[in-house]
T-cell receptor, first 111, second 110 residues
Framework: GQQLNQSPQSMFIQEGEDVSMNCTSS?????WLWYKQDPGEGPVLLIA?????ELTSNGRLTAQFGITRKDSFLNISASIPSDVGIYFC???????????FGQGTRLTINP | DAGVTQSPTHLIKTRGQQVTLRCSPK?????VSWYQQALGQGPQFIFQ???????QRGNFPDRFSGHQFPNYSSELNVNALLLGDSALYLC?????????FGQGTRLTVV
Protein backbone atom coordinates (compact mmCIF):
# COMPACT_ATOMS: atom_id res chain seq x y z
CA GLY A 1 0.00 0.00 0.00
CA GLN A 2 0.93 3.64 -0.09
CA GLN A 3 3.47 4.76 2.48
CA LEU A 4 4.83 8.10 3.53
CA ASN A 5 8.34 8.23 4.95
CA GLN A 6 8.63 11.15 7.31
CA SER A 7 11.92 12.38 8.71
CA PRO A 8 13.38 13.03 11.10
CA GLN A 9 11.51 10.93 13.66
CA SER A 10 12.47 13.33 16.43
CA MET A 11 14.20 16.67 16.84
CA PHE A 12 15.70 18.35 19.89
CA ILE A 13 16.36 22.04 19.29
CA GLN A 14 16.95 25.30 21.13
CA GLU A 15 14.24 27.93 21.28
CA GLY A 16 14.64 30.34 18.38
CA GLU A 17 16.10 27.81 15.98
CA ASP A 18 14.55 26.97 12.63
CA VAL A 19 13.13 23.50 12.01
CA SER A 20 12.80 21.49 8.83
CA MET A 21 11.07 18.17 8.28
CA ASN A 22 9.97 16.29 5.18
CA CYS A 23 7.92 13.47 3.76
CA THR A 24 8.67 11.32 0.76
CA SER A 25 6.80 8.58 -1.05
CA SER A 26 7.06 6.33 -4.07
CA UNK A 27 3.46 7.28 -4.94
CA UNK A 28 2.18 10.48 -6.52
CA UNK A 29 -0.06 12.62 -4.34
CA UNK A 30 -2.61 15.23 -5.39
CA UNK A 31 -2.84 16.89 -2.00
CA TRP A 32 -0.43 17.31 0.90
CA LEU A 33 -1.54 18.31 4.38
CA TRP A 34 0.53 19.07 7.47
CA TYR A 35 -0.89 18.53 10.95
CA LYS A 36 0.27 19.11 14.53
CA GLN A 37 -0.87 16.85 17.33
CA ASP A 38 -0.57 17.57 21.04
CA PRO A 39 -0.78 14.76 23.63
CA GLY A 40 -4.32 13.43 24.06
CA GLU A 41 -5.68 15.61 21.26
CA GLY A 42 -6.62 15.14 17.64
CA PRO A 43 -4.40 16.44 14.82
CA VAL A 44 -4.83 20.12 13.97
CA LEU A 45 -4.51 21.18 10.34
CA LEU A 46 -1.63 23.61 9.77
CA ILE A 47 -1.22 23.89 6.01
CA ALA A 48 -2.86 22.39 2.90
CA UNK A 49 -1.09 22.15 -0.49
CA UNK A 50 -2.82 21.36 -3.78
CA UNK A 51 -0.40 22.03 -6.65
CA UNK A 52 3.06 20.72 -7.48
CA UNK A 53 5.64 23.37 -6.61
CA GLU A 54 3.19 25.29 -4.41
CA LEU A 55 4.79 27.12 -1.48
CA THR A 56 2.38 28.16 1.28
CA SER A 57 2.96 29.97 4.57
CA ASN A 58 0.96 30.15 7.77
CA GLY A 59 2.70 32.55 10.14
CA ARG A 60 6.12 31.09 10.97
CA LEU A 61 5.28 27.87 9.11
CA THR A 62 6.09 27.31 5.45
CA ALA A 63 5.33 24.17 3.47
CA GLN A 64 6.02 23.14 -0.10
CA PHE A 65 4.44 20.59 -2.43
CA GLY A 66 7.34 18.87 -4.19
CA ILE A 67 7.62 19.28 -7.95
CA THR A 68 7.58 15.50 -8.47
CA ARG A 69 4.38 15.29 -6.38
CA LYS A 70 6.09 12.60 -4.30
CA ASP A 71 7.36 14.77 -1.47
CA SER A 72 6.66 17.74 0.75
CA PHE A 73 8.50 19.65 3.43
CA LEU A 74 7.56 21.81 6.39
CA ASN A 75 9.73 24.56 7.86
CA ILE A 76 9.16 26.32 11.17
CA SER A 77 11.12 29.52 11.70
CA ALA A 78 12.19 30.96 15.05
CA SER A 79 10.74 28.13 17.12
CA ILE A 80 8.92 28.91 20.37
CA PRO A 81 7.91 26.60 23.25
CA SER A 82 4.34 26.14 22.00
CA ASP A 83 5.71 24.54 18.82
CA VAL A 84 6.42 21.42 20.86
CA GLY A 85 4.38 18.45 19.65
CA ILE A 86 4.19 15.82 16.96
CA TYR A 87 3.98 16.95 13.34
CA PHE A 88 2.42 14.69 10.72
CA CYS A 89 2.42 14.92 6.97
CA UNK A 90 -0.56 13.40 5.18
CA UNK A 91 -1.32 12.96 1.52
CA UNK A 92 -4.24 12.11 -0.73
CA UNK A 93 -3.60 10.04 -3.84
CA UNK A 94 -5.57 10.88 -7.00
CA UNK A 95 -8.83 8.96 -7.08
CA UNK A 96 -8.61 8.02 -3.43
CA UNK A 97 -10.50 9.60 -0.58
CA UNK A 98 -8.32 8.61 2.34
CA UNK A 99 -5.45 10.41 4.00
CA UNK A 100 -2.19 8.50 4.20
CA PHE A 101 -0.09 9.66 7.16
CA GLY A 102 3.61 9.71 7.83
CA GLN A 103 4.99 8.33 11.08
CA GLY A 104 5.33 11.77 12.62
CA THR A 105 8.17 14.03 13.76
CA ARG A 106 8.35 14.67 17.50
CA LEU A 107 9.65 18.19 18.18
CA THR A 108 11.18 19.02 21.56
CA ILE A 109 12.40 22.54 22.35
CA ASN A 110 14.91 23.43 25.04
CA PRO A 111 14.24 26.91 26.39
CA ASP B 1 -19.00 27.23 15.14
CA ALA B 2 -18.33 23.89 16.81
CA GLY B 3 -15.63 21.82 15.26
CA VAL B 4 -15.67 18.05 15.04
CA THR B 5 -16.95 16.54 18.28
CA GLN B 6 -16.52 12.95 19.39
CA SER B 7 -17.99 10.98 22.25
CA PRO B 8 -17.08 9.49 24.57
CA THR B 9 -13.56 10.82 25.18
CA HIS B 10 -12.42 7.71 27.02
CA LEU B 11 -13.76 4.17 27.15
CA ILE B 12 -12.67 0.92 28.77
CA LYS B 13 -14.07 -2.33 27.39
CA THR B 14 -13.47 -6.00 27.97
CA ARG B 15 -12.14 -8.30 25.27
CA GLY B 16 -15.03 -9.73 23.23
CA GLN B 17 -17.38 -6.83 23.89
CA GLN B 18 -18.78 -4.43 21.33
CA VAL B 19 -18.32 -0.65 21.26
CA THR B 20 -19.94 2.30 19.49
CA LEU B 21 -18.16 5.61 19.03
CA ARG B 22 -19.91 8.77 17.85
CA CYS B 23 -18.90 11.76 15.77
CA SER B 24 -20.55 15.05 14.84
CA PRO B 25 -18.89 16.74 11.87
CA LYS B 26 -17.94 20.37 11.53
CA UNK B 27 -20.85 22.50 10.38
CA UNK B 28 -21.24 22.35 6.59
CA UNK B 29 -19.17 19.20 6.16
CA UNK B 30 -20.82 16.21 4.51
CA UNK B 31 -18.03 13.64 4.62
CA VAL B 32 -16.86 11.75 7.69
CA SER B 33 -13.79 9.53 7.93
CA TRP B 34 -12.60 7.36 10.80
CA TYR B 35 -8.98 6.66 11.70
CA GLN B 36 -7.26 4.44 14.24
CA GLN B 37 -4.09 5.76 15.85
CA ALA B 38 -1.93 3.37 17.84
CA LEU B 39 0.51 4.82 20.35
CA GLY B 40 3.49 6.39 18.64
CA GLN B 41 2.08 5.91 15.14
CA GLY B 42 0.34 8.00 12.53
CA PRO B 43 -3.43 7.59 12.08
CA GLN B 44 -4.56 4.70 9.88
CA PHE B 45 -7.63 5.06 7.67
CA ILE B 46 -10.58 2.82 8.60
CA PHE B 47 -13.34 4.04 6.28
CA GLN B 48 -15.12 7.09 4.91
CA UNK B 49 -18.83 7.90 4.71
CA UNK B 50 -20.51 10.23 2.25
CA UNK B 51 -24.25 10.54 1.60
CA UNK B 52 -24.85 7.80 4.17
CA UNK B 53 -22.81 5.29 2.18
CA UNK B 54 -19.36 3.83 2.84
CA UNK B 55 -17.29 5.36 0.05
CA GLN B 56 -13.90 3.85 0.76
CA ARG B 57 -12.50 1.37 3.23
CA GLY B 58 -9.03 0.79 4.58
CA ASN B 59 -7.41 -2.49 5.55
CA PHE B 60 -9.57 -3.26 8.58
CA PRO B 61 -11.61 -6.41 9.26
CA ASP B 62 -15.39 -6.58 9.04
CA ARG B 63 -15.54 -6.28 12.81
CA PHE B 64 -15.25 -2.57 12.12
CA SER B 65 -18.44 -1.10 10.73
CA GLY B 66 -19.99 2.31 10.53
CA HIS B 67 -22.98 4.39 9.75
CA GLN B 68 -23.72 7.92 8.65
CA PHE B 69 -26.99 9.61 9.49
CA PRO B 70 -28.96 12.14 7.41
CA ASN B 71 -27.54 14.97 9.54
CA TYR B 72 -24.02 13.76 8.53
CA SER B 73 -23.12 12.54 12.02
CA SER B 74 -21.51 9.13 12.15
CA GLU B 75 -20.92 6.08 14.31
CA LEU B 76 -18.07 3.60 14.38
CA ASN B 77 -18.89 0.14 15.70
CA VAL B 78 -16.33 -2.47 16.63
CA ASN B 79 -17.46 -6.02 17.45
CA ALA B 80 -15.63 -8.80 19.27
CA LEU B 81 -13.01 -6.43 20.68
CA LEU B 82 -9.40 -7.57 20.79
CA LEU B 83 -6.62 -6.25 23.00
CA GLY B 84 -5.01 -4.89 19.83
CA ASP B 85 -8.00 -2.65 19.20
CA SER B 86 -6.79 -0.40 22.03
CA ALA B 87 -6.03 2.92 20.35
CA LEU B 88 -7.10 6.52 19.84
CA TYR B 89 -10.01 6.58 17.38
CA LEU B 90 -10.21 9.78 15.40
CA CYS B 91 -13.08 11.15 13.38
CA UNK B 92 -12.40 13.67 10.62
CA UNK B 93 -14.89 15.68 8.63
CA UNK B 94 -14.33 17.37 5.31
CA UNK B 95 -16.06 19.12 2.45
CA UNK B 96 -13.32 18.67 -0.14
CA UNK B 97 -9.78 17.57 0.77
CA UNK B 98 -9.05 19.46 3.98
CA UNK B 99 -9.90 17.10 6.84
CA UNK B 100 -10.53 18.47 10.32
CA PHE B 101 -10.19 16.08 13.26
CA GLY B 102 -12.01 15.70 16.52
CA GLN B 103 -10.20 15.20 19.82
CA GLY B 104 -10.56 11.45 19.54
CA THR B 105 -11.89 8.62 21.68
CA ARG B 106 -9.29 6.72 23.69
CA LEU B 107 -10.41 3.06 23.71
CA THR B 108 -8.74 0.66 26.10
CA VAL B 109 -9.53 -3.04 25.79
CA VAL B 110 -8.69 -5.15 28.85
Amino acid sequence: GQQLNQSPQSMFIQEGEDVSMNCTSSSIFNTWLWYKQDPGEGPVLLIALYKAGELTSNGRLTAQFGITRKDSFLNISASIPSDVGIYFCAGIIQGAQKLVFGQGTRLTINP
Amino acid sequence: DAGVTQSPTHLIKTRGQQVTLRCSPKSGHDTVSWYQQALGQGPQFIFQYYEEEERQRGNFPDRFSGHQFPNYSSELNVNALLLGDSALYLCASSLVDEAFFGQGTRLTVV
